[in-house]
C-alpha cells in the first residue's frame, strides 16, 4: 500500500514537470510580448485557438500531414500576431493601458465569435491517438512527454535568441529603455513587429501542442486564457524567468493538488497560493523593473 | 563635418533653444558650454533628431534635416546620452554590443569591441558584470564605449561629467582627450566649462536657448564675461 502510494505520488510529480514545460511555453509569448511592448495581449489564448482550428482544419479536411498542419499553423499565427500588432495594437501604443486592454479583449470576442460562426459549437479533434509510455508502475501520455521536450526545445532555442542575436538583444534592451532605442540606430516599429510575430508563432506553437492533447472548441481558450495570465503575473509580468519559475510552481499545485484531492481542487490551491503571493509580493515572484 | 542653421527646438509652447548655428569641422573637438537649463541637452537631442526641431541639419554635406532618429547612428552621428542611459540588467559587453546594433556595424563587432577594451581595461574585466551596478565613472565608460562600437565619425557627449566625483571627471576629459587624439570628431555639451575648455578646440556659449559667445577655447577662457559669469574668477 505505502509503496503504490508514493508511486502514484511520483507519477503526479512527473506529470506536474511535463505539465510546467506545457504552461511554461505557453506563457512565454504572452510574457515576451508584455515585455517589449507593455500592453497585454488579452487574446493570447485565442490566438491559440484559432491556431488549433488552423492545424485541425488543414489536417482533417485538407488531408494535410499533421506535421506540415502545424508548421503552417504556427507561421499563420505569427502572421496574425504581427497583423494584429500593425493594426490593431500600434494605433493605441501610447493610449492608456485600460484602452490597450479593451481593444485586444474585442480581439478576443472577435476570435470567439468568428471561430463559432466558421466551426460551430461543436468540439473538434485531430483524431490522432498517441499511446502513452509505461515506466515501472506509471504511466505516461506520449503527447505529454512529446509537448514537454517540444516546449523544452523551444525556450531553449528563444533564449539563445533572445541573448546570442543583435534582433534578441534589441528586444532584451527595449524593455529596459525604450527612448534610447533611436541612440543604437533600432527602429523600434521593426522591434515591435518582430516581437509581435514571435509572440504569434509561440502561440501557433502552443496550438500545436494543445491540439494534439485536446478537443478545440470556440472557447476553448477560456479554459486557459486565465491561466496563462496568472502564471505570467505571478513571475513578475515581463520576466521571462520569473514566468517560467511560475509555469513550474502553478502546474505542481494542479497536479500534486489534483493528486491528494481532486483535479478542481489543484486549481483551488493554485489560486489560493496565487492571491497569498499577490498580497506578499505584489509585483510577482521576480519584477520586471525592480 | 555637422553643420546647424538656424536651429530651433522645444517642448509644447515654450523654446527650449532658438535659432542655433553651429559647425563641426573634421577632426575637432568642440564644446557648447553654458548654465543649467540653457537648452545644451535639447539641442543634442534635436541633433540626434530625438526630438522635433526646425532649421536646416546637415553632415558631410548631406542634408538629414527630415530623417528619422534610428536612422541619424548610420550617418556617423553616435550619441552618449545625458545620465548615461546604460540597459541596466544586461551585462557591460551586452551594452557593447548593442551599440554595434547597425548592420554596416555589425560584421567586425568583435574588432571593435578589443579596441573599446584596450581604451577601457575596466571594462573587460566588468564585462559579465551587469552595467547598472558598476559605479558612475564605469558606467560613463562604458556609455562612450558603447557609442564607439557604431564606428561612428562624430561623437556627441551629453554632460558626461554630471554626477561624478572630481578624479573621475578628470578621468572622463582624459578620455576625450583621448578620443580627439584618435581621430574622432567630438561635440561635448558641458556646464564643467572650466575643465572642458582645457580639452577642446572650440566653444560655443548657449544661454537660454541662444549662442551668446563663439571661439578658440583659449578666446572664451580669457574673455571677462565668461570668467565673471561662469568661473568665478
Known amino acids: ?290 | 563635418m555637422l553643420s546647424l542653421r538656424d536651429v530651433s527646438a522645444g517642448y509644447g509652447s515654450f523654446q527650449a533653444i532658438v535659432d542655433v548655428s553651429l559647425d563641426v569641422y573634421p577632426g575637432e573637438a568642440v564644446a557648447v558650454i553654458g548654465p543649467n537649463g540653457a537648452g545644451k541637452t535639447t539641442l543634442l537631442r534635436a541633433i540626434s533628431k530625438l526630438i522635433p526641431a526646425s532649421g536646416r541639419f546637415v553632415v558631410e554635406g548631406r542634408d538629414y534635416t527630415s530623417m528619422p532618429s534610428h536612422e541619424v547612428l548610420g550617418l556617423g552621428l553616435a550619441q552618449v546620452p545625458e545620465h548615461r542611459r546604460l540597459f541596466p540588467q544586461m551585462s557591460v559587453e551586452e551594452n557593447l554590443r548593442m551599440g554595434a546594433f547597425l548592420p554596416a556595424a555589425r560584421k567586425n563587432w568583435r574588432e571593435k569591441l578589443e579596441r573599446v577594451y584596450s581604451l577601457f581595461p575596466k571594462m573587460r574585466e566588468r564585462r559579465n558584470q551587469a552595467a547598472g551596478t558598476m559605479s558612475g565613472g564605469e558606467q560613463q565608460m562604458c556609455a562612450i564605449g558603447r557609442a564607439l562600437m557604431s564606428g561612428p565619425k562624430l561623437l556627441l557627449l551629453d554632460e558626461p561629467s554630471a554626477g561624478l566625483a572630481p578624479v573621475i571627471v578628470q578621468a572622463i576629459f582624459d578620455v576625450v582627450r583621448q578620443m580627439r587624439a584618435e581621430g574622432y570628431t567630438v561635440l561635448i555639451v558641458e556646464q564643467n566649462i572650466h575643465q572642458v575648455l582645457k580639452v577642446v578646440d572650440r566653444a560655443y556659449l548657449l544661454e537660454t536657448g541662444r549662442i551668446r559667445n563663439s571661439g578658440s577655447a583659449a578666446e572664451l577662457l580669457a574673455s571677462d564675461d565668461l570668467r565673471k559669469a561662469y568661473l568665478g574668477i
Open chain 1, 1 to 290: 500500500m505505502e509503496t503504490i502510494f508514493d508511486i502514484y505520488l511520483l507519477e503526479a510529480l512527473c506529470n506536474g514537470l511535463l505539465l510546467g514545460g506545457l504552461f511554461a511555453l505557453l506563457s512565454l509569448g504572452l510574457n515576451l510580448v508584455f515585455g517589449v511592448m507593455d500592453v497585454v495581449w488579452i487574446c493570447y489564448a485565442e490566438l491559440i485557438m484559432v491556431g488549433m482550428y488552423a492545424i485541425w482544419w488543414l489536417h482533417t479536411a485538407q488531408g494535410v500531414p499533421v506535421f506540415l498542419a502545424c508548421l503552417i499553423g504556427i507561421a499563420f499565427v505569427a502572421l496574425l500576431g504581427a497583423t494584429m500588432h500593425q493594426f490593431i495594437i500600434r494605433p493605441v501604443l501610447q493610449a492608456e493601458p485600460i484602452n490597450q486592454l479593451l481593444v485586444t479583449g474585442g480581439v478576443l470576442f472577435f476570435l470567439q465569435a468568428g471561430a463559432t460562426v466558421v466551426f460551430g459549437i461543436e468540439f473538434r479533434n485531430l483524431g490522432v491517438q498517441l499511446s502513452s509510455l509505461n515506466v515501472g508502475e506509471m504511466s505516461f501520455s506520449i503527447s505529454r512527454l512529446l509537448s514537454f521536450a517540444v516546449a523544452a526545445a523551444a525556450i531553449v532555442a528563444i533564449s539563445l535568441f533572445l541573448r546570442k542575436t543583435f534582433i534578441g538583444t534589441a528586444i532584451r534592451a527595449i524593455s529596459q529603455d525604450r527612448a534610447i532605442m533611436p541612440l543604437m540606430g533600432v527602429n523600434p516599429a521593426r522591434i515591435y513587429l518582430t516581437a509581435s510575430a514571435l509572440g504569434g508563432g509561440l502561440a501557433g506553437l502552443g496550438a500545436a501542442l494543445l491540439v494534439l492533447q485536446y478537443d478545440v472548441h470556440p472557447a476553448i481558450g477560456l479554459s486557459f486564457g486565465p491561466l496563462i495570465f496568472l502564471i505570467c503575473v505571478l513571475g513578475g509580468l515581463g520576466n521571462l524567468i520569473g514566468g517560467f519559475l511560475a509555469a513550474f510552481v502553478f502546474a505542481q499545485f494542479i497536479s500534486v493538488g489534483g493528486f491528494f484531492f481532486q483535479l478542481e481542487w489543484g486549481y483551488v490551491f493554485a489560486f489560493i497560493f496565487f492571491i497569498a503571493v499577490m498580497f506578499w509580493k505584489p509585483q510577482g515572484l521576480l519584477a520586471k523593473r525592480a
